[in-house]
């Protein structure tokens, strides 16, 4: 009676830093056999499409992202400044541009979902499609109901864009290169916004406001949704597997003969080509792997990017300028040079941006070579001296100098604390990790930007800073202890 055997054969790239080695390596009834096909010593000699470091595929999933933040981002200034010409309450306009934000708390969650059901290509393709229908619901005449819906459309579309683009970036990046290319997708995002910001002061200024956003609505039609197809033509990196079966029981063996000549054999309880550093079947090691890269456990992750949203996108965003209005007035003397509280809060604000731009990869790229534990709790350190600086200081100086620095941290923060996320994603697809992580970010920016100015108005703002500073502390403490017990 002839037996039937089942031979597993795949071919995957392993990226090394100092070119790209190819393995092929066959799992059969005797265990895994392994062997190197090919080595080249600069990967984009063998692998086509790439572009600064990462997939043109990629880079394109990124580009489409920046594209469907033409309306949104826009909506932020040409919305208050047209509300009159519009018809709208004046009143409305917060709660309208806000709720995007607060529905994401919902649709974080179940954009999980959607992507299991639909599969990654056509949730994107379908949120950039829907990005461009609500672009142009926001130059229709629709009223309040309308627009205040097509802000919730929104939310759920940038939920399931955002996710799509960490899943990838999960999928097709390892420890030396996902901090850059986190960092690279939150610069690129922000450039979006830039230049929503900037066409849209232009375009409504001569065109008008309705008109911009049709130009908004079909520029992010035609561009976005060819740039989505292409972006989701991206090959996953965990290699191409083939099943094939071998009937033929002495044609099998001596294949199974031939392989253990020339390579060393190992049992399918290995996890580990030593010689190649592929890891294939027990995912545990792999999962410490990273827990031991990071130092800090998912729970503190999730606890520590709230309160990064807290400070960067609520806290300090929304009350810098009213500390710089009760501390100096309207206006502060520099130099012999008077300067407007409002503008300097203004720029404070923009730096914000500035640094999401430059910033962002370059923190990214140093948590990739230094560790994500150096580089989160450096700029945990950095923010709480800028509050507490902010908090007790009556120097415009210094309070300036200090929330210029705190952003850099924020910006620091984001990127190495999504970094962190979208690894301990990848190596749980079954679970909702980036779901909730991106939920207690939102939570953070949401309630920072409400409950903080508040908060502020209500103990003052030393207190408000100084409690702030004070959560970042207990943050750190637990992140030190977290260490120490993984490092026993």
Not at 15 to 26: L, R, W
Not at 171 to 177: G, K, R, V
Request: net charge positive.
């Amino acid at each position: 009676m002839q037996k039937k055997y089942s031979t597993l054969r795949e071919t995957t790239s392993q990226n090394t830093g100092h070119g790209d080695t190819e393995v092929d390596y066959s799992v059969s009834n005797n265990g895994l056999s392994y062997r190197t096909v090919q080595s080249s010593k600069n990967i984009f000699d063998r692998i086509p499409g790439r572009f600064c470091n990462i997939h043109t595929e990629q880079l394109a999933i990124f580009l489409t992202v920046a594209i469907t933040l033409l309306g949104d981002s826009s909506l932020y200034v040409l919305l208050p400044t047209y509300v009159f010409d519009l018809g709208i309450p004046v009143a409305a306009v917060g709660v309208i541009l806000s709720l995007n934000r607060f529905v994401r708390i919902i649709t974080n969650y179940y954009a999980k979902y959607l992507y299991s059901y639909f599969g990654r290509r056509r949730l994107f393709i379908y949120s950039v499609i829907l990005s461009a229908i609500t672009t142009l619901f926001y130059g229709l005449p629709v009223g309040v109901v309308i627009l205040g819906f097509s802000r919730l459309i929104w939310g759920g579309c940038w939920s399931a864009m955002r996710l799509v683009s960490f899943e990838s970036i999960a999928e097709n990046s390892n420890d030396n290169n996902r901090g850059t290319l986190t960092g690279l997708f939150h610069s690129i995002a922000r450039i979006g916004s830039l230049l929503a910001i900037f066409l849209g002061g232009i375009l409504s200024n001569y065109l008008g406001y309705r008109n911009t956003y049709y130009i908004f609505a079909f520029m992010t039609f035609i561009i976005g949704v060819p740039l989505s197809f292409y972006g989701m033509s991206i090959k996953r990196s965990s290699g191409n597997m083939q099943i094939s079966e071998q009937t033929d029981e002495r044609a099998t063996e001596q294949t199974q003969e031939q392989m253990t000549e020339q390579t060393p054999v190992q049992t399918t309880e290995q996890t580990t080509v030593r010689e190649t550093g592929v890891s294939v079947g027990n995912n545990e090691n792999t999962y410490n792997h990273v827990k031991s890269k990071v130092n800090i456990s998912l729970k503190l992750t999730y606890f520590m990017t709230f309160l990064n949203s807290w400070v960067g996108n609520g806290l300090l965003v929304s009350t810098i300028g009213y500390i710089l209005l009760l501390i100096f007035g309207k206006e502060v003397t520099l130099f012999n040079i008077t300067i407007g509280v409002s503008i300097a809060a203004s720029f404070l604000v923009s730096v914000r941006w500035f640094y999401d731009i430059f910033l962002s990869v370059i923190f990214g790229k140093l948590a990739d070579r230094f560790g994500y534990f150096k580089i989160i709790i450096m700029n945990c350190i950095l923010q709480i001296i800028s509050l507490l600086i902010i908090a007790y200081t009556q120097s415009f100086i210094l309070i300036f100098l200090a929330a210029i620095v705190g952003f850099g941290g924020v910006t620091a923060l984001t990127s190495t604390l999504d970094a962190s996320a979208i690894g301990y994603q990848s190596l749980n697809k079954d679970k909702n990790i980036l779901g909730h992580f991106t939920t207690w970010q939102d939570l953070g920016a949401a309630f920072g930007s409400m409950a903080g100015y508040s908060l502020v108005i209500a103990v003052g703002y030393s207190r408000a800073y100084m409690i702030t500073a004070l959560m970042i502390v207990l943050a750190i403490a637990f992140a030190i202890i977290n260490r120490k017990r993984n490092s026993e």
